[in-house]
């Protein structure tokens, strides 16, 4: 592992974590904002330990937003989390455009952030797409990265896109017909992909628009209950009974989410979460109609590089995970294994794709705390 001068940095400026009291470091601030360009401002939070080693949070999406839950893996008393909202997404503003918004300028607004906070090097923690866009920034600037540790890999795969947005007979049985929604028999991805995008244009939320935004998010939670409830089965069986019980507490919360949902999904007056939701699905058809803007082979080259420059890679992926399926990090971490075996781990624990399952929670912790 790399040396804790490595981890060193300047005097960081204008930081929310800064104006914080030593008692409340831990709380999620107010966001601070740094400007990239194109009219985007990049909001961002830093939270623990300010010379403590410093961590850079990938969310997930595209078009979601860093949250407190994602600080769950750190040790805050020892590490400093930086957690920005990518370009659009969440408090970073304009909110919900895609105007300039590419994986390449998602890279160069982190390490504009790096820049701006001073830091010399800092590790990576990402889930789900956010795998994506750190293995680009690493494989960019492989000389910043102490280490990536990547949850639920996304290789932006025709499959894993198409199970979420063409869902199966089953699903569609459970959340019933939906008739705004373009995925129907014989309706190709790229088509479904363009005609979703198209109904998430309007800057205000039409009656189109609230329809698809609410399927996409019942089609989310559909494949994130899936993989959950397929753990669960294997638990009962194979943890223990402390682990089966935080399991269906995991379990039940999510299964009153999505009753919530969708006794709600046909009432035609906007929710404030509606426009947030049209928000994050605008961008997301936007990088997925673009294949998050990577080349064919570039995320397998990325890993090949990384291991060869022997940058360490912490692969941890739910050994039930319905959207992003665990042989993305089998394939990933084998390649890496070959080419620097001591640099690369896979972990999979039991549990779905969420980094809050008590599951996956743990072994994220084990991994992003562990000495280095």
């Not at 030593?22 to 961002?44: E, I, N, Q, T």
């Not at 993989?227 to 009962?236: D, I, S, Y």
């Not at 402390?242 to 999505?258: E, F, G, I, S």
């Not at 990090?329 to 070959?338: D, M, N």
Request: aromatic content about 4%; some cysteine.
């Amino acid at each position: 592992m790399n040396s804790n001068n490595d981890a060193t940095k300047d005097q960081p400026r204008d930081t929310p974590e800064s104006v914080l009291p030593a008692g409340r470091r831990s709380a999620w601030p107010a966001p601070a904002y740094l400007s990239v360009g194109r009219g985007h401002r990049l909001a961002f939070r830093t939270v623990g330990n300010p010379d403590g080693e410093p961590w850079l949070l990938v969310h997930g999406g595209p078009g979601s937003s860093c949250q407190p839950g994602m600080l769950a893996p750190l040790d805050l008393t020892r590490q400093w989390a930086v957690a920005p909202d990518q370009r659009g997404c969440g408090a970073s503003r304009p909110r919900g455009k895609t105007t300039a918004s590419t994986t390449h300028a998602l890279v160069a607004d982190m390490e504009a952030l790096r820049c701006h906070l001073g830091i010399k090097r800092w590790s990576l923690l990402a889930g789900s797409w956010g795998t994506v866009v750190a293995l680009a920034y690493a494989r960019a600037h492989p000389q910043r990265v102490r280490r990536l540790v990547l949850r639920g890999a996304f290789a932006l795969s025709r499959r894993e896109v198409g199970g979420l947005l063409q869902p199966s007979r089953r699903v569609q049985q459970i959340l019933g017909r939906e008739a705004a929604w373009p995925a129907a028999p014989g309706v190709s991805l790229p088509a479904t992909l363009a005609r979703l995008r198209q109904l998430l244009q309007s800057g205000t939320p039409g009656v189109a628009g609230l329809r698809v935004s609410r399927r996409w998010a019942l089609l989310e939670s559909a494949c994130v209950s899936n993989g959950m409830r397929r753990a669960l089965r294997q638990a009962v069986t194979q943890a223990s009974a402390k682990q089966v019980a935080a399991m269906r507490r995991d379990w039940a919360a999510l299964r009153r989410r999505q009753r919530k949902a969708q006794a709600s999904r046909h009432r035609l007056a906007p929710r404030p979460s509606d426009r947030a939701a049209l928000h994050k699905f605008r961008i997301q058809a936007h990088y997925l109609q673009h294949r998050g803007f990577v080349r064919p082979g570039a995320l397998d080259g990325a890993v090949t590089g990384l291991a060869r420059l022997g940058v360490p890679v912490d692969w941890v992926h739910g050994a039930c995970d319905a959207v992003c399926p665990p042989a993305n990090s089998r394939a990933w971490a084998a390649v890496g294994r070959r080419l620097a075996p001591q640099q690369v781990t896979l972990s999979e624990p039991l549990s779905g794709h969420l980094g809050a399952e008590s599951g996956m929670l743990a072994a994220l912790r084990a991994v992003v705390r562990r000495p280095g």
